[in-house]
């Protein structure tokens, strides 16, 4: 403190500074850094802008639509009559309604390498649509009122689970169904 | 001039220190909700019954921490900083006393309403509320209180400003930390109002006058949370500046490239809105390319601002410490003064902000968010932003500016500085361990059983690293506690606080080793960028 006493000019420090004193130019090193930093940036963006080109199989979904709750719990429930449990052949859609706490098919069984075509919505908060596992994570919102359609298609056979990622409830960590993928 | 004797009259000082211990009970409880959820998620059952952990008392303390930590304790102590800088730091008694009075009451009666309503257990929304989730009425009331609260004193920081300008009470431009307040003042405004216009809709929604939108919902929420959280970073970094200036006696004043740092500063005013989309990239309905745009484009500029200041804080580190005689080119880093308190925060905090920065870019980059996207990578990210980062600054900027307020030397200094490196040791063992789980996987918000996936083991470090931040916590607190009750009266307020440094030349002197460390950090960045694109297309496709 004492330090202070002695050695502090009021015009600087927290204390404000003229006009003519802190406004200098950028040194040469200040130069370099803004132009690296906007550098950075722009390849950063660049490269999500572009990737479409590179990689257009790995994007985040396109696909969603409105849709009345009541219909998509039909189709759903339909799928889960049929399905559940079961193996799906590679043609049919697969739909997939989630509700607190569950997810409308318990198990399903899927052939590797094989395009598959998704349809997820909720029938009350939102929720959200976890894949997990084979070092496999997709993360996708599930929304009420609003169908989320994507394909995919699994590159290593095993068991996955679908968990839910979006907090909706006290039974929020009990949501899961699995997704099998065979040979 | 003389720091101890600013001009604010004690009316003043009383607001601010008002607002401060407001600040201080928030952080008390975020802290206590903070055990609860470490052991939670650390997934060691045993310890579940002890504390009657279970799925509903679980997400009733992740509100409670959500809501105290990020919202009250936060924004308590920035209005406690809004205010200082506009009246102690311009040499003036506070102008509008009374309406700081009711600015502190209205945030005091919405936080006791938004706390009751969370603890009756009507509430465990978490701090984003979501609809069609519903929380009890007066959750939202409180909530929409105290933003209106913030919001008052927010304006009356601008007309405190305006006073000072038009009274002359200080000579020349705004300081620098003051601009810095400034420009948190504004992109406040911006959140506040997006804040309070969605909740007053979401509280007409659940009375029944109306239907509401979750996905409207959660754009104009995260209109309130990323533009805060951009409220966040700026006044951290001026509280930085702030430290540099003090810590060192004043000399690295000369140092600072003012118009540099005030440009940076003014920067994240023009890209922070458009970056509210990272929040909606895997939403359904929303375009594209507005996701690609706003989401990924706008954060990718929205870190250049804060990836400028980086390098200012530490050149002027730098600077000083060369120009008092270490000129190797990174040889200055071993002699940066790792007990003052000051220093060691500009350090710590520059280096969580390092990790916060590194991990947030696969968040805010559309494609790489679909494998982090609701991960333990994101609170991993955000604990690095505002745990290790705001929070720390923000506690040490209270062990200088306490004694200013109060006229009492810190109780303790020595548990100062233990005080520092164990919460920053807590909060990085914490993050990193979030982080690796996200990566694997393992979802946010959730208490699931850990032991679904076998990579998941590491859980239990979570805990490992709370109990050494809550503990650095606790520390902090009693400190504070002891200064106000028992802290010694007298001259050298500050002593152990402030290095001293003989400056032999004050202009061109190099800050090179500060830009080789930084282009060490880009080069990371960078790296772990593209290394989460080769992650992805190793994925199944999807699209
Ligand atoms: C003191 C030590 C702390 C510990 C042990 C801790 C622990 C945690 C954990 C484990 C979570 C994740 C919970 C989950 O997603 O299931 C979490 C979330 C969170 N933490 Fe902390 N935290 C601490 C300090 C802080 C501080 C200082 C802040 C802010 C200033 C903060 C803000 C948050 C926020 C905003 C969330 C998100 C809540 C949500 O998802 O609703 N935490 N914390
Ligand atoms: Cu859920
Ligand atoms: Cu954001």
Redesign the pocket.
């Given at each position: 403190m004492e330090y202070i006493h002695r050695h502090i000019n009021p015009k600087m420090a927290l204390i404000s500074r003229s006009f003519e004193d802190w406004y200098k130019k950028f040194s040469k090193e200040e130069k370099i850094w803004i132009i690296t930093a906007f550098i950075v940036a722009i390849i950063l963006a660049t490269t999500t802008v572009t990737w479409h080109i590179f990689d257009s199989k790995h994007q985040v979904p396109s696909y969603s639509k409105e849709i009345d709750p009541y219909v998509f719990k039909e189709m759903a429930i339909n799928f889960s009559r049929e399905y559940n449990n079961k193996f799906i052949p590679p043609n049919v859609d697969i739909y997939i309604a989630a509700q607190q706490y569950y997810w409308s098919v318990q198990k399903i069984i899927l052939k590797k390498n094989t395009d598959y075509r998704f349809y997820v919505a909720s029938l009350d908060v939102i929720h959200g649509f976890t894949i997990v596992g084979n070092g496999v994570v997709y993360n996708l919102m599930v929304m009420p009122g609003m169908t989320y359609g994507f394909t995919i298609n699994f590159n290593k056979e095993g068991k996955y689970y679908v968990i839910c990622s979006e907090y909706c409830g006290y039974g929020h960590g009990e949501m899961r169904m699995i997704i099998e993928v065979i040979t | 001039m003389d720091l101890v004797k600013f001009k604010a009259d004690n009316k003043t000082k009383q607001v601010i220190f008002a607002n401060f211990l407001m600040a201080l009970v928030s952080?008390v409880i975020?802290?206590i909700a903070?055990?609860f959820?470490?052991i939670?998620?650390s997934g060691i059952s045993e310890l579940f019954s002890l504390l009657n952990i279970n799925h509903e008392y679980y997400y009733r303390w992740?509100?409670l921490?959500?809501m105290n930590?990020?919202i009250f304790?936060?924004l308590w102590f920035e209005v406690a900083l809004l205010y200082f800088t506009s009246t102690v730091i311009l040499n003036q008694s506070i102008h509008g006393y009374k309406i700081a009075l009711t600015s502190l009451t209205t945030m005091l009666y919405g936080q006791i309403l938004v706390e009751y309503s969370i603890l009756s257990g009507e509430s465990d929304v978490?701090?984003?509320a979501y609809p069609p989730l519903a929380a009890d009425n007066l959750f939202y009331a409180g909530y929409i209180l105290f933003l209106l609260g913030t919001g008052v004193a927010v304006i009356l920081f601008f007309v405190n400003i305006y006073k000072a300008k038009v009274n002359e009470t200080y000579k020349g431009s705004l300081p620098l930390v003051t601009w810095g307040a400034a420009i948190a003042g504004i992109i406040a405004i911006t959140a506040i109002f997006q804040g309070i216009i969605i909740l007053t809709n979401t509280l007409a929604w659940k009375i029944g006058l109306i239907s509401i939108n979750p996905m409207t919902y959660r754009w104009f929420f995260w209109g309130l949370g990323h533009n805060a959280q951009y409220v966040n970073v700026v006044a951290t970094i001026a509280v930085l500046y702030a430290l540099i200036v003090l810590g060192t006696g004043f000399k690295t004043i000369n140092f600072i490239n003012e118009r540099y740092a005030k440009l940076a500063f003014a920067l994240v005013t023009l890209f922070v809105i458009p970056g509210i989309g990272h929040h909606i990239l895997v939403d359904p309905g929303f375009s594209t390319i507005l996701k690609q745009a706003s989401g990924s484009v706008g954060s990718h500029f929205l870190s250049v601002p804060t990836m400028l200041h980086a390098f200012a804080l530490l050149g002027a580190l730098e600077a000083t410490l060369r120009s008092s005689g270490h000129t190797s080119l990174l040889g200055w880093i071993r002699k940066i003064p790792w007990k003052n308190p000051a220093m060691a925060t500009i350090v710590l905090v520059l280096i969580s902000f390092g990790i916060g920065g590194i991990t947030a870019q696969p968040l805010t980059t559309l494609q790489p968010n679909l494998n982090y996207h609701n991960t333990?990578w994101v609170?991993g990210h955000?604990?690095f932003m505002?745990?290790g980062g705001?929070?720390l600054a923000f506690m040490t900027l209270i062990y200088y500016m306490l004694p200013i307020l109060i006229s009492k030397r810190i109780y303790s200094i020595k548990l100062v500085t233990i005080q520092i490196y164990l919460f920053f040791l807590?909060?990085l063992i914490?993050g990193l361990s979030?982080i690796m789980l996200g990566y694997e996987g393992v979802p946010?918000?959730?208490?699931i059983n850990s032991s679904l996936l076998p990579s998941w083991s590491i859980s239990p470090l979570?805990l490992v690293?709370?109990t050494l931040?809550?503990t650095a916590?606790i520390m902090f607190v009693l400190n504070v506690l002891l200064t106000i009750l028992l802290g010694k009266q007298g001259e050298n307020i500050f002593e152990g606080f402030i290095t001293n440094y003989d400056i032999k030349e004050t202009s061109n002197v190099s800050k090179k080793g500060s830009l080789v460390v930084c282009f060490i950090v880009i080069v990371i960045l960078l790296l772990i960028f593209f290394i989460s694109f080769v992650r992805l297309t190793y994925m199944p496709s999807l699209y």
């Open positions: - | 952080i975020g802290g903070a055990i959820i470490a939670g998620r992740l509100t921490h959500g930590m990020l304790w936060i978490l701090f984003t333990f609170p955000f604990h505002v745990a705001t929070t807590g909060i914490l979030m946010r918000r959730t208490l979570i690293g709370g931040a809550i916590g």
